[in-house]
């Protein structure tokens, strides 16, 4: 079992930048995947990126933050990083991060009910 806790968000303006760090309990934290989900008020979650337990070897981003985050993981501080840059206010959503043992990314959109392990979330809020 591992437990999640996310920090970094904030409130920035659009163009600006922020680095959430999902940080987790437990000894195999290299061997879960990680992904960084959102949800904006009114709306679905989605997943931004997930980087694979396999080293990073495999990630994935959404379209839309494709070429503006980044996803990467240090095992030995048990956390990975989302690294946020030219932030728009359509970034504006509550994070989460969620952990799979040993799961496989998708080519496509991750699907939340893959990951049983969930931090609290952290609110980005981006101005215009």
């Known amino acids: 079992q591992v437990q999640l806790a996310e920090s970094g968000g904030g409130l920035v303006q659009a163009g600006g930048s922020l680095r959430l760090s999902c940080t987790a309990s437990g000894r195999t934290f290299s061997d879960y995947t990680i992904a960084w989900f959102r949800q904006a008020p009114g709306k679905g979650r989605e997943s931004v990126a997930a980087?694979?337990?396999?080293?990073?070897?495999?990630?994935y981003y959404t379209d839309s933050v494709k070429g503006r985050f980044s996803i990467s993981r240090t095992n030995a501080k048990n956390t990975v990083y989302l690294q946020m840059n030219n932030l728009k206010p359509e970034d504006t959503a509550v994070y989460y991060c969620?952990?799979?043992?040993?799961?496989?990314?998708?080519?496509?959109?991750?699907?939340?009910?893959?990951?049983?392990?969930w931090g609290q979330g952290t609110q980005v809020t981006v101005s215009s």
């Open positions: 969620a952990a799979s043992y040993l799961l496989g990314i998708r080519i496509g959109p991750q699907i939340s009910s893959e990951y049983p392990y």
């Open positions: 980087i694979a337990w396999n080293g990073g070897r495999h990630s």
